[in-house]
């Protein structure tokens, strides 16, 4: 008998679950959207991930179907379901990383400390939780939103209103997410990974910086964090794994404020760019252990090879020539660094690759991390 997955989108996240498959014997199957993406080496099909038809023909020969991302429609998660695939995470759990204000609203009934936030139907009830948050929100589209794209932050009620007229054409419809724009010291992850039977296994909390609204570099652990942070980021995350349901891989992000406080900023129920540290730094990477939670198999430990781990990622490329060209110039002045790229074409400010540093001291280890990243701007 072999495990069979099947993993719905193409992208590099569907790319690095495929290492530890084979290495784990697992038969890895990817429907792509396209050809020539970061999991080509895996792709079975290239489809439509929107069409019901499509996705349960690719479910046919496997025993779980997981996702590179989070973009599938529900009615299409419901018929896989509905014709007896198993699907991890599932719908129920799944809706709360696709819509913004479903979550707020979810995490409000478990209790779970978050911005203060409203859903808001026009400019007018934005204008008003504006006033009474001193003059400033962060406004969210509920859906869709990635590496920042779909968050502003604003003081008047009308700097949201190609955003209201998209959401009166999509035939959804639904408001606005507004939130407090959080006083925030630096912005956490905390990763979880949980299985259909109940089993949970937590990673150490990291520090995650941001640039333009995109990931660039994160440490493992997240510095200064003892014991009562570590305890309550993972307490955190297990209330929000069990309440919500999910399975396989969760990613809390996590505002620490001024006032030493952890808020929730948003969710992913999947391998996530805060832990592609585990890959090298961590004795079970994210994507082995997404493997392992979807297939309800028994988790891995998730201790650290050293005292720090730091990612940092390729952001664009090189503007003139491939990323391959880079590859000894790093290799040789970094022999350390581990270097993964995900096969895409170099363009400004695209996620092409990333590299993991490991060290018994964190100043050398972000230098050599920060330092190999360089080779391929
Ligand atoms: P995306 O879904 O595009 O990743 P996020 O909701 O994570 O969007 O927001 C992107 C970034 O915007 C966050 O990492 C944070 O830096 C900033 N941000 C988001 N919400 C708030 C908030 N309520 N207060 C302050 N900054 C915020």
């Known amino acids: ?113 978050q ?9 007018d009830a934005l204008q008003q939780f504006i006033d009474d948050h001193g003059g400033r929100a962060v406004v969210k589209t509920p859906r869709g939103g990635y590496d920042g794209k779909g968050v502003r932050v604003v003081e008047h009620g009308t700097e949201a209103a190609d955003w209201f007229a998209a959401l009166a054409e999509d035939a959804r419809g639904g408001d606005l997410l507004v939130e407090e724009l959080v006083d925030f010291r630096r912005e956490l992850a905390q990763q979880i990974a949980r299985s259909p039977r109940g089993e949970i296994a937590t990673y150490p909390v990291v520090e995650t910086v941001q640039r333009d609204g995109v990931c660039a570099e994160v440490v493992a652990p997240a510095p200064g964090a003892g014991a009562r942070l570590t305890d309550v980021a993972a307490a955190m995350a297990s209330e929000i794994a069990n309440g919500l349901g999910v399975t396989g891989m969760l990613a809390v992000e996590l505002f620490e404020t001024t006032d030493d406080r952890l808020l929730v900023n948003e969710l992913a129920m999947r391998p996530h760019n805060s832990g592609h540290w585990t890959q090298d730094g961590s004795l079970t990477s994210q994507f082995e252990q997404h493997l392992r939670a979807v297939l309800d198999l028994p988790l891995g430990l998730t201790a650290p090879h050293a005292p720090w781990t730091v990612m940092v990622n390729v952001l664009g490329g090189p503007a003139e020539g491939g990323l391959a060209e880079r590859v000894p110039g790093a290799m040789s002045a970094h022999p350390g660094v581990k270097i993964h790229l995900y096969g895409k074409d170099p363009r400004p400010g695209r996620k092409v690759g990333h590299v993991n540093a490991l060290g018994e001291e964190l100043d050398d280890v972000a230098y050599e991390a920060r330092a190999a990243a360089a080779h391929f701007d």
């Open 1 to 113: 008998m072999t495990y069979r997955v099947g993993v719905v989108g193409g992208g590099q996240l569907a790319r690095m679950m495929i290492a530890p498959a084979v290495e784990l014997g697992i038969d890895i199957r990817v429907l792509a959207e396209a050809e020539g993406m970061s999991a080509a080496l895996a792709a079975t099909q290239v489809g439509d991930y929107r069409d019901a038809d499509t996705v349960l023909a690719f479910a046919r020969d496997v025993d779980v179907v997981t996702f590179d991302h989070e973009h599938v429609p529900q009615p299409v998660m419901h018929a896989l379901l509905a014709a007896g695939v198993a699907v991890h995470p599932g719908p129920a759990a799944l809706e709360f990383a696709q819509d913004k204000i479903r979550m707020r609203t979810r995490l409000a009934e478990l209790g779970v400390p």
């Open 115 to 123: 911005p203060d936030w409203a859903a808001v139907s026009d400019a």
